[in-house]
């Protein structure tokens, strides 16, 4: 199975400030047909998992520009730009490119 | 309005069965990949189960956890998928999402394997 290994995992930021979550798979997830399926989840407390971002940068729909995400192959990155409120939470990396799907173990967003 | 609802969690005790229902609307269901997603107390998210639409031969997919126990299966006249739950263990406690694309999910089912 392709291990995703996410960090830190907690992060404590003040409103306005700017992060970054890391997660490693142990595998490339470029597919055959050239994709990578890396995606970022956001679990509100209390709330079902919400994708933001799918194949590695692409945003989903009402998801706010101050989410972006990069990374090739076995390394990406989401970073977030002036957190607000509604942000925090924990985040997960999920890999669509191989069977099974496997996720990160999760990075915690708190406020300071 | 893309909708997910999950149904059919419950207390039930080690090696019984459970059927998961997870009725959706709002999307072109036939067209659908569905998945089941599970989170332990813990808080872990674990892939379960797959199944592909009618052009891919309704093909299905499975954790190694569950494999051989559990059967996902969909009803594209109902657009609902569900997950057929055999021999349970205790291991398998763990809120239930059914999701579409992991773009779409439902508030979940929570299913407990307890004596």
């Known amino acids: 199975d392709v291990v995703m290994t996410q960090t830190p995992p907690s992060l404590s930021v003040a409103i306005g400030q700017s992060v970054s979550i890391s997660c490693k798979s142990s595998q490339s997830l470029v597919a055959s047909d050239k994709n990578t399926y890396l995606n970022w989840l956001l679990q509100s407390p209390g709330r079902s998992p919400k994708r933001l971002i799918y194949q590695v940068s692409k945003l989903d729909s009402g998801v706010p520009d101050r989410f972006s995400g990069s990374g090739s192959e076995k390394d990406f990155t989401l970073k977030i730009s002036r957190v607000e409120a509604e942000d925090l939470g924990v985040y997960y990396c999920?890999?669509?490119?191989?069977?099974?799907?496997?996720f990160g173990g999760g990075t915690k967003l708190e406020l300071k | 309005e893309v909708q997910l609802v999950e149904t059919g969690g419950s207390l039930v005790q080690p090696g019984k069965s459970l059927k998961l229902t997870c009725a959706t609307s709002g999307f072109t269901f036939s067209n659908a990949w569905m998945h089941w997603v599970r989170q332990s107390p813990e808080k872990q998210l674990e892939w379960v189960a797959q199944i592909k639409a009618k052009s891919n031969n309704y093909a299905t997919y499975y954790a190694e956890s569950v494999k051989g126990r559990f059967t996902i299966s969909r009803d594209d006249s109902k657009s609902s998928v569900y997950l057929q739950m055999n021999s349970l263990k205790e291991e398998d406690t763990a809120i239930y999402y059914c999701?579409?694309?992991?773009?779409?999910w439902g508030p979940g089912t929570m299913v407990t394997v307890s004596s």
């Open positions: 999701s579409w694309y992991f773009d779409f």
């Open positions: 999920l890999q669509g490119t191989h069977l099974p799907r496997t």
